[in-house]
């Protein structure tokens, strides 16, 4: 029996919560993950598990194991990548997740950049807006926007990015257009929910120094990014959204910001990593490797005048694809 693999299999099954996604996590069958741990409570002599058709619960013996096979593990990681490191280049599976938004348009038309660099890193990039559970998931790291909130959780800032309350020239020529936040009493937003937890998230300014939400009436509201702003270039209602998605949009004349003044202040953008696994070489790069992307982006500086330098003007005749793929293109050539 290979102890050092039961000790990685057993804190998998438990930071899943699951023999199934613990088996999947580690591309092993389930039966041979059930054998594992059988054969290990068999060595060591105590039920570090009770099984339920539900959920699985700790024992004390094994929450004692549990927690000495995650200083070893940890402890052998950095060992190994402390020797590795100097001699070959980062290796290796890494799963990411991050907002289709951002991986679409600024991340992915970069990502040969990134291959180039570290060819033995395999990427295993998930794209959408729902949260993940990174150790339950077994996702290395995440690209998160907005504060974090997780505790066991350890985030980098790597950017940071403006919104624009906007909406298109026909809907302000059927509502007007609100001169002060107050106005929006009188106005249609298409609204954002959280996924996780169902709220509907207000409009966000900045009055006097101070962060104001502004809740609106609207018909449809949305989970997804990119479906939000459709429904926004439809005249549907009101939107606020990052300037790197609208920007195209605003310079093609599809779309009208307002309220200007009142914008709120720079929502970060941070990669995310468990603060109980050692920060491996994989991770390491691919976090300065976004944070280097991002930094050569006017966009996500979270400056007032970043939308004037980030994109030559589009005529209003241009194609929306024309105005997003400048976008794109103009991360995947800072590099």
């Known amino acids: 029996m290979d102890r050092f693999q039961a000790m ?7 930071d899943s919560s699951s023999f199934s996604k613990a088996a999947d996590t580690l591309d ?33 013996e094994g929450a004692a194991y549990y927690e000495r096979c995650v ?50 890193i395999d990427l295993m990039i998930g794209l959408g807006d729902k949260p993940v559970d ?25 950017g940071a990015f403006r919104t624009v309350t906007c909406a298109t020239p026909a809907y302000f020529a059927k509502f007007g257009e609100p001169l002060s936040v107050a106005d929006l009493e009188q106005h249609v937003a298409i609204n954002y929910f959280h996924s996780r ?21 609207g018909m449809v509201a ?23 998605m609208v920007l ?10 307002v309220l200007a003044q009142w914008r709120p202040t720079p929502i970060p953008i941070s990669a995310v990593y468990p603060h109980n696994r050692h920060l491996s070489p994989k991770v390491r790069v691919f976090v300065d490797w976004v944070a280097e992307v991002f930094e050569g982006c006017p966009l996500l500086s979270g400056r007032e ?25 103009e991360v995947a050539t800072v590099l």
């Open 8 to 14: 990685q299999v057993f804190v998998r099954v438990v």
């Open 197 to 217: 937890t169902g709220r509907t998230r207000g409009f966000e300014f900045t009055v006097d120094g101070k962060p104001v939400e502004v809740k609106m009436t």
């Open 71 to 120: 200083r070893i593990l940890a402890d052998v990681e950095e060992t190994e990548s402390s020797l590795a490191y100097g001699s070959r280049p980062p290796h290796g599976k890494l799963r990411v997740d991050m907002p289709g938004s951002i991986g679409r348009l600024l991340l992915l038309p970069a990502l040969t950049d990134f291959r180039n660099r570290y060819p033995d």
């Open 134 to 158: 990174l150790i339950q998931e077994g996702v290395d790291c995440v690209i998160r926007v907005g504060s974090l909130e997780d505790s066991s959780l350890v985030a980098r800032r790597v």
């Open 248 to 257: 195209p949009h605003l310079r093609s004349g599809r779309l009208k910001e």
């Open 305 to 329: 005048d970043a939308e004037k330098s980030c994109m030559p003007t589009v005529s209003p005749d241009a194609s929306d694809r024309h105005g997003v793929a400048e976008v794109a293109g």
């Open 28 to 60: 092993m069958p389930r039966a041979s993950v059930t054998t594992v741990i059988q054969n290990l409570e068999a060595l060591l002599g105590v039920r570090l598990l009770h099984r339920t058709t539900r959920r699985l619960n700790l024992t004390p």
């Open 222 to 244: 949305l989970n997804d990014a990119d479906a939000y702003l459709t429904c926004g270039l439809e005249g549907l209602g009101m939107i606020q959204l990052a300037s790197f």
